[in-house]
């Protein structure tokens, strides 16, 4: 079964101000459209791969065969990365974060505030293309990190709870080369309650080492 482009939960405008219509409709349509059909398209030639979840595909790079392989890093992670994304945010979202999300943070990073500026900050350093994100240790254990281009906290054993896009086509429309100023507006339409969902899901396999801190 072929690799589908996931239907925004929310029409194109429904995050304005803080990210613009046609900035969605680009993003969701064109780039997270491509990384499905790139994805799909390397994928033609090894039909023994295409029952696997594009999660699975990225968690192991090196079962995936050499030919093929930088192109499912790149767009499966694209695929990946973006199906997480349009799910993370809403309309009239953002906020302080509530529930255990509130919690983990205030436990790993003092409190909300110092996170979000230890999030921003590494965000604004990541050169180039990639991602910012709260990740998810083996250990259960969650750290600010970043990854290039659209490689996901997945391929290194660590599971994204949520991230921000920092490559130019996610904001450059509205905020040109105001990448922090993006960062800093960001956080107004985080959707806390599928941040939740997602530690729920990562808290579900390292419950006991997190218990144990
Ligand atoms: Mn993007």
Known sequence: ????????????????????????KLHHDMHHGAYVKNLNAALEKYPNLQSKSAEDLIRDLNAVPEDIRAAVRNNGGGHVNHTMFWKIMKPKGGGDPNGPIAEVIKKTFGNFKDFQTKF?????????????????????????ITTPNQ???????LFP??????WEHA???????????????????????????????????????????
């Open 171 to 213: 904001y450059y429309l509205k905020y040109n080369n105001r990448r922090p100023e993006y960062l800093a507006a960001w956080w107004n339409v985080v959707n806390w309650d599928e941040v939740n969902q997602r530690l729920k899901t990562f808290q579900s396999h390292h419950e006991p080492a997190l218990a144990g801190r």
């Open 151 to 157: 490689d996901s906290p997945l391929s290194q054993g």
């Open 1 to 24: 079964m072929a690799h589908e482009l996931p239907a925004l939960p929310y029409d194109y405008s429904a995050l304005e101000p803080t990210i613009d219509a046609q900035t969605m």
């Open 120 to 144: 921003n900050e590494a965000g604004v350093k990541q050169f180039g293309s990639g991602w910012v994100w709260l990740a998810g240790k083996p250990s259960g254990e969650l750290q600010i």
């Open 161 to 166: 709870i949520f991230g921000n896009d920092v």
